[in-house]
């Protein structure tokens, strides 16, 4: 690594993964996150029950109705929506500590987080990609095949899937879930080529100065 890379260290992406429930993007966060070190999850903050085997801090920051609003109002959420009678929300402080590190953040959300992030101060370093399901009668049955909700809440879930997908023309990346192996390659693909973009390598106008100067010594010569 050059010096001036070592300085002046690319600033990390907010990665905005999106798509209606059970389309997969949950199986995609968890392998991109196994296998990519610079990539961190972004813990949200809810106030639903924790399901078994959730952790406080793990798989969300669990709170109350009362310190949720308390979040909203002191300005320290990302953003945060409510979903099924449920709020949910990204704490703002550890995602602009890690960008500004030169860490991405992963960021399972639906449309209107996804909006928000988008429209936040933060934007201009994110990227947002959506999952489309291959079939809708695809999408029911993973849903089902979890065996961890009630048909109430499967049926609310395939109601909200349709609002979810009619907003994917918002997204800068639309990805089809039809073959789980190629759509994760096709994940990796799209952030490979964002961290080349030229706007986040800080170094090279470094290293387009040292080439410059190197033209005027030939010159000179």
Known sequence: MSSDAAILPRRGLLVI????SGAGK???SRRLLADDAQVSFSVSATTRRPRAGEVDGREYHFRSVEDFRAMIDAGGLLEWAEVFGNYYGTPRAPVEAAIDAGRDVLFDVDWQGGQQIRNSPLKDAAISIFILPPSIADLESRLRGRGQ????VIAGRMSRSRDEISHWAEYDYVLVNDDLDRCEAELRAILRAERLRRERQPALMGRVQRLNAEFERRTRG
């Open 26 to 28: 949950s199986t995609l």
């Open 149 to 152: 909700d009630s048909e109430e």
């Open 17 to 20: 993964l999106s798509s209606p």
